[in-house]
């Protein structure tokens, strides 16, 4: 059974760094693009950056030069390096990644529990 599982949040004030980790457990016979969105409260879930598997990335707007998303191919790990933090920032981040379990599956989308980020001004 694959599992998604961030780590990394907390509370930090504005001007401040975090590192989230998501960690892909259970069969993986192919891990692909994988993703880090967030939801503020009362807002829409939106994607802030994405990560291919030959490790090119791709960001929002607005964390483009503060955020930095990287990968560790044998770990099945993603990063999400974010600095200079603002309190728009504040959200429940999820972790998202498509793979395949096994060589006859087609690509699925799997998603963590997210963890929450809170940015005090």
């Known amino acids: 059974q694959v599992q998604l599982v961030e780590s990394g949040g907390g509370l930090v004030q504005a001007g401040g760094s975090l590192r989230l980790s998501c960690v892909v457990s259970g069969s993986i016979f192919r891990l692909n693009a994988m993703r880090w969105y967030r939801q503020a409260p009362g807002k829409q879930r939106e994607l802030v950056a994405v990560i291919t598997s030959g490790d090119s990335p791709t960001y929002a707007g607005s964390v483009k030069g503060r955020f930095t998303i990287s990968r560790d191919g044998p770990k099945n790990t993603v990063y999400l390096q974010m600095n200079s933090l603002k309190p728009e920032d504040t959200a429940i981040y999820y972790c998202?990644?498509?793979?395949?379990?096994?060589?006859?599956?087609?690509?699925?989308?799997?998603w963590g529990q997210g963890t929450q980020v809170f940015v005090s001004s």
């Open positions: 998202n990644a498509d793979l395949k379990e096994h060589g006859w599956d087609p690509l699925h989308a799997y």
